[in-house]
């Protein structure tokens, strides 16, 4: 009995053995990389270069917005809402920090409204993801 018990603890141990050299351990760990980032929170706008700006007519003006939670790539997944016109999607910078958009000199209404020339005053700006939409900001417009 003694020698079957010693014959079983010897199969066991060149099992482990055996299964060991077989697996061997990953002790360094591989790095991993995303290439879409996911935002649970709807995006922050801190701040909207310049915030007062003279639109020339027959121009546009780029107004920057930085931030946080903006969709970074292109095509743009980012609705900028213009005193309540949406705008045409734009990207955000790779980090999800920063959106330029243009302000247009003409304004649809839509349903069927002519488009009319954007007045000197201050209007609202906001964005919109897929997680919601952010805080508004002021920006006056000169003409």
Same mark, same amino acid.
């Given at each position: 009995?003694?020698?079957?018990?010693?014959?079983?603890?010897?199969?066991?141990?060149?099992t482990m053995l055996a299964a060991a050299k077989c697996a061997p351990? /990953?002790?360094?760990?591989? *790095?991993?990389?995303?290439?879409?980032? =996911?935002?649970?929170? +709807? +995006?922050?706008?801190e701040s909207a270069r310049p915030d007062s700006v003279v639109l +020339? #007519?027959?121009?546009?003006?780029?107004? %920057?917005?930085? @931030?946080?939670? $903006?969709?970074?790539?292109?095509?743009? /997944?980012?609705?900028?809402? $213009?005193?309540?016109?949406?705008?045409?999607? &734009?990207?955000? %910078?790779?980090?999800?920090? /920063?959106?330029? $958009?243009?302000?247009?000199?003409?304004?649809?209404?839509? @349903?069927?409204?002519?488009?009319?020339?954007?007045?000197?005053?201050? #209007?609202?700006?906001?964005? *919109?993801? %897929?997680?919601?939409?952010?805080?508004?900001?002021? =920006?006056? &417009? #000169?003409?």
């Amino acid at each position: 009995m003694r020698f079957l018990r010693a014959a079983v603890s010897v199969l066991a141990i060149a099992t482990m053995l055996a299964a060991a050299k077989c697996a061997p351990v /990953q002790s360094q760990p591989k *790095e991993i990389r995303a290439e879409k980032v =996911i935002t649970t929170s +709807p +995006p922050v706008i801190e701040s909207a270069r310049p915030d007062s700006v003279v639109l +020339p #007519y027959g121009g546009v003006v780029e107004v %920057t917005l930085s @931030g946080s939670g $903006f969709i970074p790539g292109k095509p743009g /997944q980012n609705t900028v809402h $213009f005193n309540g016109m949406a705008m045409p999607p &734009v990207p955000a %910078t790779s980090d999800g920090r /920063q959106i330029v $958009f243009a302000i247009p000199e003409m304004l649809s209404r839509g @349903g069927g409204a002519p488009p009319s020339t954007l007045a000197p005053g201050s #209007y609202t700006v906001s964005v *919109e993801t %897929t997680s919601g939409r952010s805080n508004a900001v002021k =920006i006056r &417009v #000169y003409r």
